[in-house]
């Protein structure tokens, strides 16, 4: 919910989920700390008067945003989703956070009073958390999100959480009636010592039924560090990398987390499930799989493949480091120091590669630098298990760090340009065939932004990929405004091909949100320079932009920015529409470039011009190697009858279907489920 709240914001990246996990991850460290200070520092009354002043506070914040109008900044992104989270849910979710280890170690310590329900170990409601976390994201997109606004979801999340205040306040209540620990201390012996951890201990006396303490060593700590932060780890780069360099699939992000959350549920629920002799077994072939997808970049293979497979190492890694986790753990005197230093390696794993990766990095190596950290956990894990693993573990760790090294020259082959933002990868690859010629192509992950040919003048100011003369956005330019300069309008710059369309008088406007795709546009590529139009760039999200510019009267506004995983839903919702209008001159097109191998977006925009009182119609074509032409899909939708009636707009266009039950998109209401078509064969991007 929140992240949908900051996707309009951003310009719908996908990098933005990631940024979210950061927050998630980073704020569940918070309150565990919290929990952890509670547990340990303070008074049974006092424990009961902070915890209930956090969940007064959360619920404060709670009901102050029911109508929430988050802003947030491009040129600092990772800070804006960071800081708007934290305004919308911070304090909310530190209290979620803080509740699961503070009511277990009260539920730990109430054996102390002689409570029978106490007797089973409560590490298994951690694995009942996060099944409850799994039930729920599962349930999201299927159940919540397609027959439910924002505005009701918050709504319904808010009394939601009304009523777990409510719980927890009668546990509250309940738990003062508890005899305080330190008063059980108190009455042990004058010599004894009333401080950690020699406090839990004289507790333990007190209670028969309570194992002696045994103290963690700090190697013993910073394992549980390092095993936590390589599930973590695993989980981002696992994600990042099936969005980005796999295929741009929506709700994809969805199945790396079930399957982390899985590894805790089957870990902690008793330990009876993992077995280190099979993950022994399994996690060598795991990784050596993955890394040899990730260095032979030749090798064409199919999605059904290379998906199960990355997920199945996901599970086979962060199973055994849950499941070690598990094995490894301490006391329930320590518990909330478990439980603290879980959270902190989760929060360095996400921030690994949703902070740290954009920076240091020119590619997506954080994949294959997560096989080398979990070689090199495994080697440390069972150094003490037997001689031959001290062999292979530090050998399998070298073997993937020589992976890092050769997916980074696979990288440079052919590449004249790379860098990384937020917003992820840009390449620029420079080749030359024969019947091409020279050529350069804009890259960014997996899906091509545009390509230029090279070889000549003429060939240089061709239109190529999905903006060929025949597409719907060609064919749109080349007969909007015939005998006349135009005003035109391009949403997402890549680089820069409408501009070939430019004549003397006209004004082609683009908005691009990443700044580094117009440095590239500009000094790479030469649409926009040997245009012989006046050329102008808006930069930040188009829609962000278009609100604060009085109207345009733009002839064509081309929205091309629906390719990928993580599509800029916004763009296309009825507000959206509305806002194009404003900027469209009379008779003006909107052109929406709809091109995508896993969602059938052409309803979606049928249905949105029938609601403004539009008329739409599609224009598919198909490759062509002699123009450098991909196929594409284009939305025309205007009030313009007599362009629709032109005979080169009418033999080119098809009529589309509406799709049953599909509801109007709002900036209140949307859901990708409806639209969502997995079995579709992979085209070129």
């Known amino acids: 919910m929140a992240g949908k709240r900051l996707l309009p914001l951003l310009g719908g990246s996908s990098a933005v989920w990631i940024t979210c996990l950061v927050f998630f991850q980073t704020t569940l460290l918070l309150g565990y700390l919290c929990a952890h ?128 205040v409510v719980i927890c306040g009668i546990i509250i209540a309940s ?10 201390e108190q009455q042990l012996s004058p010599a004894t010592t ?36 390589c599930g973590s780890l695993l989980l981002s780069a696992v994600t990042s990398h099936l969005s980005q360099n796999i295929a741009a699939i929506p709700l994809l992000w969805i199945l790396p987390l079930t399957i982390y959350l899985l590894t ?113 956990l495994a080697a440390a894990l069972m150094w003490r298990q037997h001689w031959a693993w001290r062999i292979f573990w530090p050998a399998a760790a070298v073997g993937l760090l020589a992976v890092v090294v050769l997916q980074e020259r696979a990288d440079r082959e052919n590449a004249i340009v790379q860098v990384r933002s937020f917003y992820g990868t840009l390449r620029v690859t420079d080749e030359e065939t024969e019947d091409a010629g020279r050529y350069r192509t804009l890259i960014h992950g997996t899906i091509q932004h545009g390509t230029q040919f090279m070889a000549s003048d003429e060939l240089r100011r061709l239109p190529t990929t ?93 929205v091309d920015a629906f390719s990928g995983d993580a599509i800029p839903v916004h763009l296309l919702t009825a507000e959206a529409i509305k806002l194009y209008q404003r900027h469209l001159a009379p008779g003006g097109i909107i052109a929406f470039h709809i091109s995508n191998t896993y969602l059938s977006l052409a309803p979606v925009v049928q249905a949105q011009a029938d609601h403004a009182g539009l008329h739409a119609i599609l224009v598919t074509t198909e490759d062509n190697d002699d123009t450098g032409a991909f196929s594409s899909d284009w939305v025309l939708v205007t009030s313009n009858e007599k362009f629709l009636a032109l005979p080169e707009i009418a033999d080119a266009s098809a009529k589309i279907e509406l799709k049953q039950g599909l509801r109007l998109w709002t900036d209140d209401y949307s859901s990708l489920l409806p639209i969502l078509n997995l079995r579709a064969a992979p085209k070129k991007d």
């Not at 590490?123 to 919540?144: E, K």
């Not at 738990?175 to 059980?184: A, M, S, T």
């Open 264 to 376: 805790f549920v089957l870990a902690f629920n008793g330990g009876k499930i993992y077995s280190r002799r099979i993950m022994m077994g399994l996690l060598p072939s795991a990784l050596g799989g993955v890394a040899y997808l990730i260095v032979d970049t030749t090798m064409d293979v199919p999605i059904m493949i290379s998906i199960p497979l990355f997920c199945l190492t996901l599970f086979i890694g962060a199973f055994f480091c849950h499941g070690e986790l598990y094995l490894r753990r301490p006391s329930t005197s320590f518990l909330t120091q478990y439980y603290l230093l879980i959270a902190a390696g989760g929060a360095l794993g996400s921030m690994f590669v949703g902070v740290l990766a954009p920076m240091v990095f020119s590619g997506s190596y954080e994949m294959a630098w997560s096989l080398v950290y979990t070689a090199a």
């Open 466 to 558: 999905y903006y060929s003369r025949d597409s719907g956005v060609g064919l749109a330019l080349d007969n909007c405004c015939k005998g006349r300069a135009r005003r035109v309008a391009d949403i997402g710059l890549g680089t820069g091909t409408l501009a070939a369309y430019g004549e003397s008088g006209d004004v082609f406007r683009f908005y691009e949100i990443d700044p580094r795709v117009e440095v590239i546009a500009k000094n790479v590529f030469t649409y926009l320079r040997e245009s012989r139009a006046k050329i102008e760039i808006a930069h930040g999200d188009a829609r962000l932009s278009m609100e604060a510019e009085p109207p345009e009267n733009y002839d064509v506004i081309a």
């Open 194 to 229: 009333i401080s950690e951890p020699a406090a839990p201990q004289a507790a333990a006396a007190a209670a028969p039924s309570l194992l002696p303490d045994v103290v963690p060593s700090p190697g013993e700590r910073t394992l549980w560090l390092l095993m936590a932060a």
């Open 37 to 164: 200070a509670i547990a340990t520092r303070l008074s049974r009354r006092a424990q009961l008067v902070a915890y209930g002043f956090l969940l007064a506070l959360s619920l404060v914040q709670v009901f102050a945003n029911l109508n929430p109008h988050p802003h947030a900044s491009t040129t600092r992104p990772v800070f804006s989703v960071l800081w708007v989270l934290a305004m919308l849910i911070g304090l909310p979710f530190l209290a979620l956070s803080a509740t699961n280890p503070l009511l277990q170690s009260w539920y730990a310590h109430g054996r102390v009073s002689g409570d029978k329900k106490s007797s089973a170990p409560p590490y298994r409601l951690f694995a009942l958390s996060n099944f409850g976390s799994l039930l729920a994201l599962l349930a999201y997109p299927v159940l919540v999100e397609p027959n439910f606004s924002l505005r009701m979801q918050t709504l319904a999340w808010s009394v939601g959480f009304l009523v777990f």
């Open 175 to 184: 738990r003062r009636k508890v005899p305080d620990i330190l008063d059980v």
